[in-house]
């Protein structure tokens, strides 16, 4: 039976800094995510008015200008509230990353807070404060900078391999694998 071995930093880059593709990926999964559950508030919220007031209720342009405030004070609440509650989005935790402050310790609540406020910044500079986590050992924005954070892996791949084989052990291998082994 052969054995690939991997080098130790490819199996594990728990503790390590997130790259760009990683928390490019997590933010726009949270997009999606913080998009639709917005979406589905709204329209629960006008059924329940519709319901209560008989009155149909659109959302028109005239309403535009309002959503769109609605929207981003969404926004910063489900990044804000997240790393500040958790260190992490949604997105952050099914890509498995997380924000700590720049020591690696954990991020205080209020760090997370400034991280949400900050984050605009990054973008209404017309994207250079995201050009840190290309150039930067640290791989920091400029609102990593700001709230003195930086985002890390915190997954670990040898754990999660060693926990599939412990119970693997005690369950016996897959169907199919005997035979992808075999060979």
């Known amino acids: ?51 209560v007031t008989r009155h149909s209720i659109t959302w028109t342009a005239g309403s535009g200008a309002a959503t769109a405030v609605v929207f981003l004070a969404w926004q910063f609440f489900y990044f804000g509230y997240s790393w500040a509650a958790s260190g992490k989005t949604f997105g952050m935790y099914i890509l498995g990353i997380r924000v700590v402050r720049a020591d690696g310790a954990t991020a205080e609540p209020w760090r997370g807070i400034l991280r949400a406020l900050a984050f605009p910044l990054s973008f209404l500079l017309l994207g250079l404060g995201f050009i840190g986590i290309l150039v930067q050992r640290e791989h920091q924005a400029l609102h990593d900078l700001i709230a003195g ?22 369950t016996g291998p897959a169907p199919g694998q005997r035979q992808a082994r075999a060979r």
């Not at 071995?5 to 490019?24: D, E, H, W």
């Not at 930086?150 to 119970?167: E, G, N, S, T």
């Open 1 to 51: 039976m052969i054995v690939h071995q991997l080098p130790r930093r490819l199996v594990s880059l728990q503790g390590q800094y997130a790259g760009a593709a990683s928390r490019f990926l997590a933010y726009a999964l949270d997009l999606v995510v913080s998009t639709a559950v917005f979406t589905l508030a709204v329209a629960a919220l006008s059924f329940v008015i519709e319901t």
């Open 149 to 170: 954070t930086a985002v890390i892996y915190a997954w670990d791949a040898r754990a999660a391999r060693l926990r599939f084989l412990a119970r693997e052990a005690e």
